[in-house]
């Protein structure tokens, strides 16, 4: 990983956004003063992705999350991304975080037919 990679997940209240890089994350959370949070993978004890689409990680007793979009391409770079390099720094084997996504059948079907 090169490059550094982002998730932006904000609303009208607040902006939020995850930035993964070599030597771990940037966390942002704010509104009108902001508070951005910079952690190595080493600091980092979980990581979960919710059935809902939130991205949650803990660091030492504080837990940290933002919306995702976990079938969209660019997120789904982004978590992988951040899901190894927390796996490389605790020294286990680097696996994909997330399933594939579903295929998505864009054949036509008649209700009349399915009765």
């Known amino acids: 990983m090169s490059t550094r990679m982002r998730i932006t997940a904000s609303d009208l209240a607040t902006k ?3 930035e993964v890089d070599q030597q771990g994350i940037t966390f942002y959370e704010g509104s009108v003063f902001g508070n951005k949070r910079t952690f190595s993978f080493e600091q980092i004890r979980c990581i979960l992705v919710s059935p809902a689409g939130v991205l949650s ?7 940290f ?24 720094a605790a020294g286990m084997q680097e696996t994909s975080p997330l399933p594939p996504p579903p295929s998505v059948n864009r054949e036509r079907m008649d209700f009349k037919d399915a009765y």
């Open 57 to 63: 990680f803990q660091v030492g007793e504080e837990v």
């Open 16 to 18: 939020r956004w995850l």
């Open 65 to 88: 999350s933002l919306a995702v979009k976990a079938l969209g391409e660019e997120h789904r770079r982004v978590i992988e991304a951040f899901v190894q390099g927390a796996q490389r």
